[in-house]
């Protein structure tokens, strides 16, 4: 799965060893990983109020060493192939605030397997497990990250690019503009003040969009 060689993988302990990056063959090596009891899993974007996946407890939590960042190509949910949209990636740096959402055990590969579907068609993402901070303590939870060297990291995007986007892009589940105020609205709802995603909507207002 990983992009980067063993090596580099032993200075990441979370990230998995998979050999090249087929969705099923990663998916039976997170199953493979999962630590003992309910599955976690993080969600600071679509997650946050699309979850899709039956669970029984949602907390609030905050991972260290990751932060949300509107920077990744969507070429399926909010765009297409020759018109990609974007959505938000967990990149390496800082901090991000998002919630967990717990699986009863028995019906975590069930769940997993339908998530799978939805966010690694094109095993895109290097899903890892992370340690995330809840009021309850830490819990080991899934996340979906991605890492500079992907191709579908857009890299700086000036303003005039991210207008274009938020105007143009529209993918199988709607456009980049509805994906980028439905997360800010879940995080308002669930008080977590996000700066970068405030400036975004912010930006949208003030052109019109």
């Not at 932060?67 to 990149?91: D, Q, Y």
């Not at 895109?124 to 303590?137: A, D, I, M, N, S």
């Amino acid at each position: 799965m990983s992009e980067c060689d063993a090596s580099m993988a032993g200075e990441h302990p979370g990230l998995l060893q998979i050999p090249g990056r087929d969705p099923q063959a990663m998916l039976e090596a997170i199953l493979a990983s999962m630590p003992a009891g309910d599955l976690w899993v993080f969600g600071y974007g679509s997650l946050l109020w699309n979850p899709e996946i039956a669970h029984c407890e949602v907390l609030p939590a905050r991972v260290w060493g990751h932060k949300r960042c509107l920077c990744m190509w969507s070429r399926i949910n909010r765009g297409t192939e020759h018109e990609p949209g974007l959505v938000f990636a967990l990149m390496g740096g800082g901090s991000c605030q998002g919630i967990v959402l717990r699986v009863p055990r028995p019906q975590a590969e069930h769940e997993l397997r339908l998530l799978w579907k939805r966010e690694m068609p094109r095993a895109v993402y290097e899903p890892r497990w992370l340690r995330c901070h809840t009021p309850h303590g830490v819990v080991q939870a899934l996340a979906f990250t991605l890492p500079r060297t992907s191709p579908s990291y857009t890299g700086a995007l000036d303003e005039s690019q991210l207008l274009h986007i938020l105007r143009h892009r529209r993918g199988r589940f709607g456009t980049t503009l509805e994906y980028v105020v439905r997360t800010a609205h879940a995080l308002r709802q669930a008080g977590i003040r996000d700066r970068a995603v405030e400036r975004v909507v912010a930006l949208a207002k003030r052109h019109g969009l």
